[in-house]
């Protein structure tokens, strides 16, 4: 019983991670820009596609672990593919907010919300076209079956989900400190306070905008990428449930907070998969029964900030 209950609090926070880092880009574009992003759960999917044809390239170089050594070459290698396929979503994101995004700045929220489906739609078709209708799968969750177990608590655990959840807290601590010490992250801050001041004081809020989204694509790619590394495929439909959570992860945390992010992702993770365990039909719902009560005790979230990352 306790070996269970331990197995499914450790699955949730991993799924708790991989929502943060959807739900660290979500919460960057909004707390920045203003804007809901309807398509940033395919750029999650997108993230996920992308990440099938690099390790298949890659992995075809690197023989599967047998021992140690191989299998820190072979994890590196799969975590440089990762990192490549959200790199790619870089571009992808800044070209977006500057063809698409840009000149609705200071429309009406409604058409902010039609551009973001509309360009939801667009990038299903573009995953149709490259990868075709059926789930594809990276083929490297069987290698990675063969590293050894990690001992956590008297019990044996993935390797590859403690990999996900060291770097899910690698990137909410860099998140933190580029935010908080770089000089980048402060005028990205500043311009999310007040625009007008800092257009002022000579700052590019253009450039500043492009590079938030870019941001964004680039770790809703990576959540992509993490989630399709592991047991699961790269489908079509993907990014819609991810979407909907994040958006519960934000609600949860406090608009525009990422430290609200990452309590409230892990905290729907765990209860989602808690649920899971004990009564699957409500998986679904607990974390917006979380929601609800968070939202009648503290209806700014828990760590809740408006215009400002935080």
Known sequence: MLADFLTHTLNGLYYGFILFMIAAGLTIIFGVLGIL??????????GAFVTFSILGYLTGFV????????????GVVVLVGALAAAAILLPLGAAVEAVFVRPIYDRHEVYQLLLTYALLLIFVDVMKFGWGATPVDPGV???????????LLGFGYPSYNVLVMLVGLAVFLWLLWFFDRSKTGRIVRA?????????????????TFTLVFAMGAFFAGFGGAMVSIGPGTAFLEMGLDPLVLSFVVIVIGGLGSLKGAFV????VGVISRWATWQYPPIELAAPFAVMLIILLLKPEGLFGTWGEIE
């Open 191 to 207: 311009t999310a306070i007040n625009r007008d001041m800092a257009t002022a004081i000579g700052v590019s809020t253009d450039r």
């Open 63 to 74: 023989a599967s672990p047998t021992d140690p050594v191989t299998a820190l070459i072979f």
């Open 37 to 46: 992003n309807l398509a940033h759960g395919e750029l999650y999917a997108l």
């Open 264 to 267: 409230g992702a892990l905290l």
């Open 141 to 151: 969750y069987s290698s990675l079956n063969r590293i050894p177990t990690t001992e």
